[in-house]
Each structure stands twice: as C-alpha cells, then as structure tokens.
C-alpha cells in the first residue's frame, strides 16, 4: 500500500466571500444540521454501507490555530454520489451523502464513504464538502479534493488555491483512502 500523504491548511471562507455567501447555502445547511444522529463518533460513514462506488476512507486531523489538536469539533460532511450527483431526481434531501463525526482527544475523525465523483458535465474535480463547529473557533468550512483527479489539472490549482489536496492510497481490495490536517483559523466564518 502506498504511504498517505496528508495536506495542511488554514480552512475556511474569507470575511469578503462572506458577504456573497450563498444564502440557499446557509438554508441547507441548517436543515441538515437537523437530522444530526443523537450520537456520533470519531469514526463515521457519509455514504451508507452498499452505496454504489469505490469505497473510500477519509482520515482527518483537526489542530487549533497553534498546531495543537482540538478534541470535540463536530464535523459535517456531504458529497456527490458515484453519478457525481448531490440527490437523485425528486429528492427533497439535496445533500443526501452526509455525515457527522467528533475529533477524539487527538483531534482525529475518519469517515468510510465512497469515491465522490465530480459534477456530470463539469470541469470540477470530486470533491468532499466539511465543515467543523468549534468550541473555540466558531463554524468553518473546507473542501477537500484529490490529487490522482483526471480534472485536477495544474490550471484548476492554479484557479483554486485555497483547496486541500489529498494524495490517493489505493488498498488491495481496490478501496482508496486519504488523510488531510485542518488548521483552525481563529475566528469562524459562518
């Protein structure tokens, strides 16, 4: 198995991009925030066991603005399916992979998912959608992407710097998985 190469970076949305966040955004992510299970763990599933696609695992570290591990950082994730789909037709969930872990005492989370594929159409790269609620740092948000994408192209980085890239281990039994380190701005932006 191939070493997993892990990405570091501030996470989050600028104060200005703020401003244009997009207020159906918002709506949605409260709504889902409302079917939240009563108990997660630091160990998770986005997709349901059975989702069509390549099973993937996404190992995640959250630190603190200072480089140290932030136990209890609730994290919200959503992602497209293996059609690169948010929610098949007449679906009133239109985040319907989601999930919710908590970083342990090591500011550790992992979700078993499956591969997101990018948008139909689009020059997108797969992607996964994060956020964290902090008790420290407020709410803030991430996208991960991988770097063995067909459309992460040195043009789309280029246009994006902001994205955390994740190198891509390919397992035996043909599942994949990654691993990132989110550090916490001090404030929140949302």
Not at 12 to 20: E, V, W
Not at 24 to 36: G, H, M, V
Not at 114 to 136: E, K
Not at 156 to 163: A, D, F, K, L, S
């Amino acid at each position: 198995m191939k070493k997993i190469l892990g990405a570091v970076a501030a996470i989050g949305l600028s104060a200005a991009a703020l401003s244009a966040q997009d207020q159906q955004w918002l709506r949605t992510w409260n709504e889902a925030q409302k079917l939240k299970p009563p108990r997660i763990s630091s160990s998770e599933r986005i997709a349901p066991a059975g989702e069509p696609g390549t099973p993937f695992t996404v190992h995640g570290t959250i630190t603190d603005p200072a480089g140290r591990p932030v136990a209890g950082v609730e994290v919200f994730a959503y992602q497209t399916d293996a059609a690169g789909l948010y929610a098949r037709d007449g679906a009133q969930d239109p985040w319907r992979l989601k999930g919710w872990a908590i970083s342990d005492v090591q500011g550790r989370f992992e979700f078993e998912t499956i591969r997101p594929a990018p948008y139909p159409n689009r020059d997108i790269p797969g992607h996964i959608h994060l956020s964290f609620v902090t008790s420290c740092c407020g709410r803030q948000s991430s996208e991960v992407m991988f770097d063995d994408d067909a459309l992460a192209t040195p043009a789309y980085r280029q246009r994006n710097p902001g994205v955390l890239w994740g190198t891509i281990a390919r397992r035996d039994d043909g599942s994949h998985e990654t691993s990132y380190t989110f550090k916490l701005k001090a404030r929140g932006d949302f």
